[in-house]
């Protein structure tokens, strides 16, 4: 009970309009990231030979790849997204250590060079989430939502790095035998629900989680559009929890 208003923590709460609250994402350099009523843009920079936009492109130098994330930035990008693996369907895995190889520099060289927007990194494996995140990474963008790798919801848990979870089925070589649903809205935002939920019993903030519908990991055209038609009742099912939707 509050000694001024009388009133339970609980109706203070209830008597707070949530369309005039802010949703912020704490970052582990102090600054914070806020979805203040807006869209933000991630600019993706894949450091692999092989990935399906740009593969090849920026993985040639450290140099090469910093200076299209500036690029990026300057176009307008509010968060830049570095992945060292490709998961095209058919992409072959790589080792941790390769991929560690591919991204920690990168991540290093914006930040040595005053890039202070967020950057994530995309990766399922917590080894190099750790490494990323000791480099300057702000966000852990795991297309698995720690499934892959049991160490990663404890690591999200200890370090407090904000998280993106997505929903996939199989991986990269058995993804497109798998686009079977009933129905799809209501599945992957179950799926996405299930796993946000078993993040914050496992120490995540939930404040920390954004889901991903996984837009084109096992899911067919018509799926993939139905996600996006009905995102609002995907919303629902996940609670409003912050969404990131990549096209």
């Known amino acids: 009970m509050h000694p001024l208003t009388g009133k339970t923590i609980k109706e203070m709460l209830a008597s707070i309009n949530s369309e005039d609250c802010v949703r912020i ?33 920026w993985n040639a130098s450290v140099e090469q790849a910093a200076e299209h994330a500036r690029k990026m930035i300057e176009e307008g990008a509010d968060i830049i997204d570095i992945g060292g693996e490709s998961t095209r369907p058919g992409a072959a895995a790589v080792t941790e250590e390769e991929e560690a190889r591919r991204v920690i520099p990168v991540i290093r060289k914006l930040r040595e060079a005053g890039i202070h927007i967020p950057i994530s990194v995309d990766t399922y494996h917590s080894a190099v989430a750790r490494q990323a995140i000791e480099a300057g990474a702000s966000i852990v963008n795991d297309i698995s939502a720690g499934e892959d790798d049991p160490a990663m919801l404890p ?34 935002a179950e799926y996405c629900l299930d796993r946000t939920e078993l993040a914050i019993r496992m120490g995540v903030p939930r404040w920390n989680i954004i889901v991903d519908p996984g ?22 099912i996940t609670k409003n929890m912050p969404l990131l939707v990549g096209v």
């Open 215 to 236: 837009l084109g990991f096992a899911k067919n055209t018509q799926q993939n559009c139905a996600l996006v038609n009905e995102i609002g009742r995907f919303n629902g």
């Open 155 to 188: 690591l999200l848990a200890e370090t407090g790095v904000p998280c993106i979870l997505m929903h996939k089925r199989g991986n990269a070589v058995t993804m497109d035998k798998q686009a079977t649903y009933r129905d799809v809205v209501k599945e992957v």
């Open 25 to 57: 994402f704490p970052l582990p350099d102090g600054g914070i990231l806020s979805l203040q009523n807006r869209m933000l843009i991630m600019g993706i920079l894949n450091v692999t030979p092989d990935s399906f936009s740009d593969g090849g492109k």
